[in-house]
């Protein structure tokens, strides 16, 4: 192989992936058997089943038992938006965001106090092992789940408060803002930072996703006068949706 030259198995890689977007072989057809790319492309077994590899871990194909290798659907992604901080009584931004998008999205979550681990304490400027609480949330658009969240508050801040249950009292489902205000701490600023890595097991099964696939984390956290009174994790599936960002000047 010279300098710069793909490796066959790569090669192969990329005129059956051509071949899937431009639709000649179109979802739910059988992917060539590994028998046929031999002969076809003229490479060794090693090649073809390198080249399948490779489209099973772009999420492009996927193996069905005793059946073969098909083309997935590849679904066309959607819009999560994430727009600076508007007011309104009684919304948190999940909701305030879906509704400008047009649809109708719901959640479900659990709260539960334990000991902040290393990497929230230092996230939330608290010391390990501090008592917080953490809220997980499944998002869903039309029954659809969309996204996860988890979400750690400083019980130091909200402890022994009317808001100490995001999701349970009088402002349960209201946003960070409003919940903080009710106890006299002024939200002044909120920090993302978007990442992207391959979603846990776990993750991947509660959004319907397949081993290999690609999450986006944006990693969230909500400041009043600088000290940090909330830090999330939102974790999206990248196959389904962009995360787009609309922010005003000022």
């Known amino acids: ?11 192969v890689a990329s005129d059956l992936r051509e071949k899937i977007v431009n639709g000649s072989l179109p979802p739910h057809t059988r ?18 089943l390198e080249a ?5 871990a772009e999420g492009l194909v996927e193996g069905r038992s005793g059946s073969g290798t098909y083309v997935r659907e ?26 400008a998008e047009g649809v109708h999205g719901t ?9 902040a681990s290393a990497e929230i304490a230092e996230r939330l400027g608290i010391e390990p092992g501090d008592r917080v609480m953490r809220t ?10 969309m996204m996860l969240s988890t979400s750690w508050e400083p019980l130091a801040v909200t402890g022994r408060t009317p808001v100490m249950l995001p999701e ?3 402002l349960g489902g209201c946003g960070v803002v409003e919940r903080m205000a009710a106890i006299d701490v002024v939200v002044d600023n909120v920090a993302e930072q978007v990442g992207a890595r391959p979603g846990l097991a776990e993750e991947l099964l509660a959004l319907g996703g397949v081993p290999g696939h690609v999450v986006m984390v944006i990693e ?17 599936p990248a196959d389904r949706f962009r995360v787009a960002y609309h922010l005003p000047v000022r």
């Open 220 to 236: 969230r956290t909500y400041y009043a006068s600088g000290r940090p009174v909330e830090t999330a994790d939102v974790v999206v």
């Open 107 to 115: 959640w479900e979550s659990r709260s539960e106090q334990e000991g």
């Open 74 to 99: 590849r679904p066309v992604p959607r819009r999560i938006a994430r727009s600076g901080y508007r007011s309104a009584a009684g919304a948190s931004p999940f909701r305030q965001e879906q509704t």
């Open 136 to 145: 997980r949330y499944t998002f869903r658009e039309a029954g659809e789940p």
């Open 52 to 56: 399948r590899k490779v489209l099973m």
């Open 31 to 48: 992917l060539p058997s590994q028998a046929r790319i031999r002969e076809e492309y003229g490479v060794s077994d090693t090649v073809a």
């Open 168 to 170: 349970e009292g009088p």
């Open 1 to 11: 192989m010279t300098f710069g030259e793909q490796p066959a198995y790569l090669r």
